[in-house]
T-cell receptor, first 109, second 112 residues
Framework: KQEVTQIPAALSVPEGENLVLNCSFT??????LQWFRQDPGKGLTSLLL?????REQTSGRLNASLDKSSGRSTLYIAASQPGDSATYLC????????FGAGTRLTVKP | DGGITQSPKYLFRKEGQNVTLSCEQN?????MYWYRQDPGQGLRLIYY?????DFQKGDIAEGYSVSREKKESFPLTVTSAQKNPTAFYLC?????WGNGYTFGSGTRLTVV
C-alpha cells in the first residue's frame, strides 16, 4: 500500500524567501504525482501535475520535481508572498490516489 | 467555465437521518471520486466511479452509498449507519483513471 509523507508539517518563512516542500512515497509504480493547494475551508486547487515519464514541471514561481527511483518529489516556491500561505498537499496516483497530510505554509509580510 | 460543483456548501444532519451531497461536473470526465477530510488527517477515499453505472468502494465506504446514473453526476448519501459523519467532503473527477484530479469546493457536514 502506497504511503505518502510530507515534511515539514508546518513551515513559517518571511516574505521573499525561496522555499522547498518535500514529499516522499514508498511505491515507485505510479501514473503521476500532483501538487495541490488548499486554503482553509476550501477545496483543493491543482498546482502542478507530473506524469510518471517526466522529471519536473514549472508554473510561474512554482517548480515541482519527481524522482521515482528515490521516491521523492519537491515543490519549490520562489520569492514567496503572503498570498502563498495555505496548506500544500502532494498526491500520488498508482492503483489509487494517495494523499500526504500536507505542509501548512505561512508567509509573513 | 468547466468545473465541479458541490452543493450544499454547509449541511446539518440530525441523528438517524440520511443526507445526500451533490457533485456535478461539466468537464466530460469519466472518473469521479468522493473523499472525506478530517482535521489533521489526510484525505480518505470513500467511493469512486470509473464509468457510468459502475462504482467501487474505497477505504472507508461503510455508512455511505453512491450512484452514477449520469456521467456528470456522482451523488453521495451519508446514511444513519455512518456513526461519525461530521467532516469535510470533497468530490473530484479525472478525465480517466490515470490522469490528474480536479476538485470541487467541498461540503461541510455537521451532525446536530
Amino acid at each position: 500500500k502506497q504511503e505518502v509523507t510530507q515534511i515539514p508539517a508546518a513551515l513559517s518563512v518571511p516574505e521573499g524567501e525561496n522555499l522547498v516542500l518535500n514529499c516522499s512515497f514508498t511505491d515507485s509504480a505510479i501514473y503521476n504525482l500532483q501538487w495541490f493547494r488548499q486554503d482553509p475551508g476550501k477545496g483543493l486547487t491543482s498546482l502542478l501535475l507530473i506524469q510518471s515519464s517526466q522529471r519536473e514541471q514549472t508554473s510561474g514561481r512554482l517548480n515541482a520535481s519527481l524522482d521515482k527511483s528515490s521516491g521523492r518529489s519537491t515543490l519549490y516556491i520562489a520569492a514567496s508572498q503572503p498570498g502563498d500561505s495555505a496548506t500544500y498537499l502532494c498526491a500520488i496516483k498508482g492503483n489509487d490516489m494517495r494523499f500526504g497530510a500536507g505542509t501548512r505554509l505561512t508567509v509573513k509580510p | 467555465d468547466g468545473g465541479i460543483t458541490q452543493s450544499p456548501k454547509y449541511l446539518f444532519r440530525k441523528e438517524g437521518q440520511n443526507v445526500t451531497l451533490s457533485c456535478e461536473q461539466n468537464l466530460n470526465h469519466d472518473a469521479m471520486y468522493w473523499y472525506r477530510q478530517d482535521p489533521g488527517q489526510g484525505l480518505r477515499l470513500i467511493y469512486y466511479s470509473q464509468i457510468v453505472n459502475d462504482f467501487q468502494k474505497g477505504d472507508i465506504a461503510e455508512g455511505y452509498s453512491v450512484s452514477r446514473e449520469k456521467k456528470e453526476s456522482f451523488p453521495l448519501t451519508v446514511t444513519s449507519a455512518q456513526k461519525n459523519p461530521t467532516a469535510f467532503y470533497l468530490c473530484a473527477s479525472s478525465i480517466d483513471w490515470g490522469n490528474g484530479y480536479t476538485f470541487g469546493s467541498g461540503t461541510r457536514l455537521t451532525v446536530v
